[in-house]
């Protein structure tokens, strides 16, 4: 079964918590992307991955982290840094000429 | 810097009668769009992509756009649009050039009613 398999579904944490989404593909494909999503403000690029073990900051890293150790992986960490993390997160993958395929999200909720 | 820009955040059209979604684009080299569509607390569906070739590019459910690239538009069209079209719909571009960067645009809501 291929595809982009987030987990989990559901999380929730707790003030001044690190947290970590996972992000794992079997589509083979090189590059890899974690978003966030507001209410309004469409899909904001925290970061993006073209090649295992490099990865690039994009337009809200603040308060984040990733590791591309492996080309199937792309964990985002939600340090205690983000003031505001709840939302909806989004990663997806694509390859050079491609479109991007999306996994089904996490919704991170502070409590 | 790369951008997209989708100036409605909601278009209301019955059904029955075409809908238009805009979409304006900025890149230094020469882009990869797409159009998505979202259903509520799901990821994102891919409906087409313009990389090269004819402007007009044919998608999933009887979609289409345009690629302009004097006016920088992607729009999304439909000739009929179905209550069932009632989305979250995104617009994102990739500059060849940099290869992998993706960005989206903030999303317009479509209302289609009987």
């Known amino acids: 079964d291929g595809g982009i398999t987030q987990s989990p579904k559901y999380l929730f944490r707790k003030e001044g918590q690190n947290v970590t989404l996972s992000c794992e593909q079997n589509?083979?494909?090189?590059?890899m992307y974690w978003y966030r999503q507001d209410p309004g403000q469409g899909l904001r690029l925290i970061y993006y991955?073209?090649?295992?073990?490099?990865?690039q900051k994009g337009d809200i890293a603040e308060g984040y982290s990733v590791s591309r150790e492996k080309k199937e992986s792309f964990p985002l960490t939600v340090t205690s840094a983000q003031k505001n993390p709840t939302a909806f997160y989004l990663c997806?993958?694509?390859?050079?000429?491609?479109?991007?395929?999306f996994g089904q999200g996490t919704r991170l909720t502070v409590v | 810097a790369q951008s997209v820009a989708q100036p409605e955040d909601q278009v209301n059209v019955a059904e029955g009668n075409p809908l238009t979604v805009k979409c304006t684009y900025s890149?230094?080299?020469?882009?990869?769009l797409f159009w998505y569509v979202q259903y509520p607390n799901r990821g994102l569906q891919f409906l087409l992509k313009?990389?090269?070739?004819?402007?007009l590019v044919k998608g999933s459910y009887g979609f289409e756009a345009e690629f302009n690239k004097s006016q920088t538009s992607f729009h999304l069209k439909k000739p009929s649009a179905l209550v069932s079209d009632s989305a979250l719909y995104f617009c994102?571009?990739?500059?060849?050039?940099?290869?992998?960067?993706?960005?989206f645009g903030t999303g317009t809501r479509l209302q289609v009613t009987l």
């Open positions: 997806a993958t694509a390859d050079r000429d491609t479109e991007a395929f």
């Open positions: 589509l083979n494909h090189d590059a």
């Open positions: 991955s073209q090649i295992v073990n490099d990865f």
């Open positions: 890149v230094s080299g020469n882009p990869y």
């Open positions: 313009y990389i090269t070739g004819d402007n």
């Open positions: 994102a571009v990739r500059d060849t050039g940099t290869a992998s960067k993706l960005t």
